[in-house]
């Protein structure tokens, strides 16, 4: 665990470079330098004649490009990760020169990515993005046309692993398998980033009537499209992966590389056991697992409910009326355009609120800074009365005691009997866990073991798939094994449990608690 930790350490270390405490538009040109060609070598010399360019346009503070402020920037960059050494012979007629050109630098594979992030982050218009609907049909095709593929590969492979067209069906069934995740991944982003900036513009509390408008039609009209088609293709989809689940051992042994690279491979999406569940996740619901289109609808759902809240607020009065937008966008002219002193006169008639006027009660400690300017200070959280409605009067009831260690103490009560309750029905099950067909649970104890039961069954793909579950707070464990024919019979006070097909196990764990008690 704490090599892993020390490994997200070092790698969260290759963002240091985005937000330095100054000089941060220089590294940023040194980095983009380095992404712009492929295998890049360059000296402290190079990457300084390629910043003089910079530093003339103004994308470079003044003195940045020399190659005394450049060889500490680039040392700098190594540290963090994002550069590592290279070196190779040079020609020099000074010591300085040798060793200004002999120490090269080189991107590593993770800075690379990381630069590319952000320069497509950067590039990202504030507007909302297109969802790609066109890839659902190609996505449907190519679920459907990856099993003919697959079986072709299969009995040209059995026939001659090493002939020339069974190494042609394999690299088809790659190339179907690639695009196929391709096809999905740009699909998935972006329907990912259409619902967040959906979701950014629902939070706000106050729309323009002419805002409103344009999202009614976005939401009535956009939207709908997007689901209608998600909905229209999800079950041939789900349907095709489905069938293909048995025969994933085999398409992803035909999918290995020819010329193994190493362990520490990063492999195409579509190459992985993990790749294939999550492409199944996405289309088909499991046990406990929603897929992102059952997401998808709940969330244009909640959308159109938001909106229709948004719209009635705003004519029904339920708080500021949409004209009091414009009035403070006229306020916020007038503000902008007068003097200091004349602003100032504004304000408070605007507002009422003077220089020498404090509202609030005493801090519970002094926390004045007389070196931060107030606009940089914290923010004071405005109640919702005040804002909607300038009335600083309390609404509704009188709020609860804090301190009421009555209630405290019965709650308390109540999560301890809750808590013996349940470590009695964990007792009874392990006791029972040797003749679970001849003993009769009482309630409890069968609530506790359907809780198990429905974990158990949610990690399996289909009915002929095993499964488990642990409580590790009560030290129970429940494995699911299938058996054709064998059927489970659990009684109890209130009924008997029937599985078929089934066989039901019940075992006792080394809990965190006992380990910690024995310690």
Excluded at 475 to 494: K, Y
Aim: aromatic share 4%; glycine share 8%.
């Amino acid at each position: 665990m704490e090599d892993e930790q020390g490994r997200d350490v070092g790698r969260l270390q290759l963002y240091a470079y985005l937000q330095p405490r100054e000089h941060h538009h220089t590294y940023l040109a040194i980095m983009r330098l380095f992404t712009s060609t492929l295998l890049a070598d360059l000296s402290a010399g190079e990457v300084s004649s390629a910043l003089a360019a910079a530093e003339r346009d103004g994308r470079v503070d003044i003195g940045e490009s020399h190659i005394d402020v450049v060889i500490p920037r680039l040392r700098q960059l190594v540290e963090w990760g994002n550069l590592v050494h290279g070196r190779r012979e040079t020609i020099a007629a000074s010591i300085a020169e040798f060793q200004q050109g002999s120490m090269r630098y080189q991107v590593s594979k993770l800075a690379v990515r990381v630069q590319r992030d952000v320069d497509e982050l950067l590039r990202v218009p504030e507007g909302a993005r297109e969802v790609s609907r066109e890839l659902l049909p190609a996505i449907e095709r190519g679920v459907s046309e990856l099993g003919e593929a697959l079986a072709v590969a299969l009995s040209r492979s059995q026939r001659d692993p090493g002939s020339l067209p069974a190494r042609r069906a394999r690299e088809q069934l790659a190339e179907r398998v690639t695009t196929l995740f391709l096809q999905h991944a740009e699909l998935a982003v972006t329907v990912r980033d259409f619902y967040a900036y959906l979701g950014q513009i629902l939070t706000r509390h106050h729309l323009a009537p002419e805002e409103i408008a344009g999202f009614r039609d976005l939401l009535v009209e956009y939207i709908q499209l997007v689901v209608e088609d998600v909905l229209r293709h999800t079950p041939a989809i789900a349907g095709a992966l489905a069938s293909l689940a048995g025969a994933r051992p085999q398409l992803l042994g035909l999918l290995r590389p020819a010329e193994q690279l190493g362990t520490a491979v990063e492999r195409t999406r579509g190459r992985g056991k993990a790749d294939w569940q999550e492409l199944t996740d996405w289309f088909a619901d499991r046990p406990g697992n929603p897929s992102q289109v059952t997401a998808l609808r709940e969330a244009t759902t909640r959308a159109i409910g938001t909106l229709l809240a948004t719209v009635r607020r705003a004519t029904t009065g339920g708080g500021l009326l949409p004209s009091r937008r414009a009035e403070l966008i006229t306020l916020a002219g007038w503000l902008d355009a007068a003097e200091p002193d004349r602003a100032h006169a504004i304000y408070a008639a605007a507002f009422g609120l003077y220089s020498a006027r404090n509202l609030l009660p005493a801090p519970e400690h002094d926390g004045d800074d007389e070196h931060t300017p107030w606009r940089d200070g914290p923010a004071l959280d405005v109640s919702v009365s005040v804002r909607g409605r300038g009335d600083r009067g309390a609404r509704g009831r009188t709020s609860r005691i804090m301190d009421d260690p009555i209630t405290e103490q019965g709650l308390l009560a109540q999560a301890r009997e809750a808590d013996e309750a349940r470590e009695a029905a964990a007792a009874e099950l392990a006791a029972a866990a040797a003749n679970l067909d001849e003993v009769t649970l009482s309630g409890p104890a069968l609530g506790a073991l359907c809780e198990l039961l429905t974990l158990a069954m949610a990690q399996r793909e289909g009915a002929a798939d095993p499964g488990a579950a642990t409580d590790q707070v009560r030290g129970l464990a429940l494995t699911l094994t299938p058996e054709n024919g064998h059927t489970t019979r659990i009684r109890s006070t209130a009924g008997t449990l029937t599985l078929r097909d089934t066989i039901l196990g019940i075992s006792r764990v080394e809990t965190g608690k006992k380990v910690r008690d024995g310690r």
